[in-house]
């Protein structure tokens, strides 16, 4: 699971773990829930429905539905894909952009100056000044649409897929970009709940374009102690 706008972990923190886990030993499953940031209260009901069915199933005995995900990165042009041995009942692609400037997803920042002029030298603090500036509306909100997902059966490998090809955009060069294809298959139970709507619930991967980090990364070595602190700017 993990929160598109999450103020802590960011989209393509599954990046690091993913390929070593996705298939082993058994078939695992991922979510990404968008426009809610580090916030359970916004994102409960929506993680509660993409782990019902699994977890039924798993209970149950029930055959759960075999999965695959890919993506494909570069600088200018990314894809991310998701194939199943089950039919889609729903797909759509989410997509971001960043704050500008910045490699930066976050549903809200922090504004160290104003915090700390409003509390040190309240007298001459901008009144104005947000201490946790809301980046969605302008920003970093995720929006959900299908124009340019392709989906599909391939009979020659049985299995259906459904996948999104980003495009950057022109005139964008001081912005990053996130997208994620959200699937769901018909779930275990015949019917529904008021809690649940017999649905396999997913998404695939993160994709960011540019895909390459605006820093080096400063490695693990001995000495350098980059990896000690967390700084939030």
Request: charge should be negative; glycine fraction near 10%.
């Amino acid at each position: 699971m993990g929160m598109g706008n999450d103020e802590f972990f960011l989209p393509d923190n599954s990046w690091v773990y993913w390929d070593g886990l996705g298939n082993a030993p058994v078939n695992n499953y991922f979510q990404m829930v968008p426009n809610c940031g580090h916030d359970w209260g916004c994102a409960q009901d929506k993680l509660w429905e993409g782990s019902i069915g699994l977890y039924y199933s798993f209970m149950s005995g029930i055959e759960l539905p075999k999965t695959y995900y890919k993506r494909w990165g570069g600088e200018t042009k990314g894809k991310v894909e998701v194939r199943s041995n089950k039919p889609f009942v729903k797909a759509s692609v989410w997509q971001a952009r960043s704050f500008p400037g910045r490699r930066d997803f976050r549903k809200s920042g922090f504004d160290w100056e104003c915090y700390f002029q409003k509390y040190t030298d309240p007298e001459n603090a901008d009144p104005d000044c947000i201490e946790e500036p809301y980046y969605p509306d302008d920003y970093t909100g995720y929006t959900e649409f299908t124009d340019g997902l392709v989906t599909g059966y391939d009979d020659k490998e049985d299995f259906y897929f459904a996948n999104y090809v980003f495009n950057m955009p022109s005139n964008s060069s001081e912005y990053f970009f996130t997208y994620f294809i959200d699937v769901e298959l018909e779930g275990p139970l015949d019917k529904t709940t008021s809690v649940y709507r017999n649905t396999y619930k997913m998404t695939t991967l993160s994709g960011i374009t540019p895909e390459s980090l605006p820093f080096e990364d400063c490695g693990i070595e001995e000495g350098r102690n980059c990896q000690e602190f967390c700084t939030i700017v």
